[in-house]
């Protein structure tokens, strides 16, 4: 059964702090790793990657995946109140069914006061 | 702006009654979802569409079936609710599958079942 575990599942931080979200998989025929952000409503998509060592990177957040070790990191550096959300990680099974199959993890919940 | 629509946004109901949930999107795109949401699961796959009248279950499909007449439609209905359905419910749609397109969501439908 494909499983998707992150942590931690809460963290809270003062604006300015640099965190790092943790996310490892087990996942066969796996393709692709995805992050996404979660505020009040639809988790929005922030990272899909494929490749091991490839770092992605958007303004103050970043993303790289090692499918040896079969994990991958989120980093956000200098956080603000609004970095404030659930983050999710997602895995991607390239077998079984049309659509290929998408397991998310718990999610982490980040909280970045003042 | 994803260009998805789920109406209604919030619904309270009671056990035993049939409750239908709408997905709407403006984009054309061929793959479409229905995921719920409940905490301590991260994201839940329910019934996916790879086309007009293709459809197909996901992880958690019992008490669920969904109908795809049109393109832009996607309803979930829950033939006789149960408090078990309690959840918020999440459409997404995807440009190709999941393995190699990444899935964007609307903005749910919080459902209460008394």
């Known amino acids: 059964e494909d499983k998707v575990v992150q942590s931690p599942l809460s963290l809270v931080v003062h604006e300015g702090d640099t965190v790092t979200l943790n996310c490892s998989y087990e996942?066969?025929?796996?393709?692709?790793l995805l992050w996404y952000k979660q505020e009040k409503k639809a988790p929005t998509f922030l990272f899909m990657l494929t490749s091991s060592g490839i770092e992605k990177k958007s303004g103050r957040l970043s993303s790289i995946l090692d499918k040896k070790e079969l994990f991958s990191i989120l980093n956000i550096t200098a956080t603000q109140t609004g970095d404030s959300a659930i983050y999710l990680c997602a895995a991607t099974n390239a077998g079984g069914t049309s659509y290929g199959k998408l397991t998310f993890g718990q999610g982490t919940i980040l909280t970045v006061h003042p | 702006d994803a260009g998805i629509t789920q109406s209604p946004r919030h619904k309270v109901t009671e056990t035993g009654t049939p409750v239908t949930l709408r997905c709407h999107q403006t984009?054309?795109?061929?793959?479409m979802y229905w995921y719920r949401q409940d905490p301590g699961h991260g994201l839940r796959l329910i019934h996916y569409?790879?086309?007009?009248?293709?459809?197909d279950k996901g992880e958690v499909s019992d008490g669920y079936s969904v109908s795809r007449s049109k393109t832009e439609d996607f309803l979930l209905t829950l033939e006789s609710a149960t408090s078990s359905q309690t959840s918020v419910y999440f459409c997404?749609?995807?440009?190709?599958?999941?393995?190699?397109?990444?899935?964007?969501f609307g903005d749910g439908t919080r459902l209460s079942i008394l």
């Open positions: 569409s790879y086309g007009v009248k293709d459809t």
């Open positions: 997404a749609i995807s440009e190709g599958t999941v393995t190699y397109q990444p899935q964007h």
């Open positions: 996942v066969t025929n796996f393709r692709s």
């Open positions: 984009e054309n795109h061929r793959y």
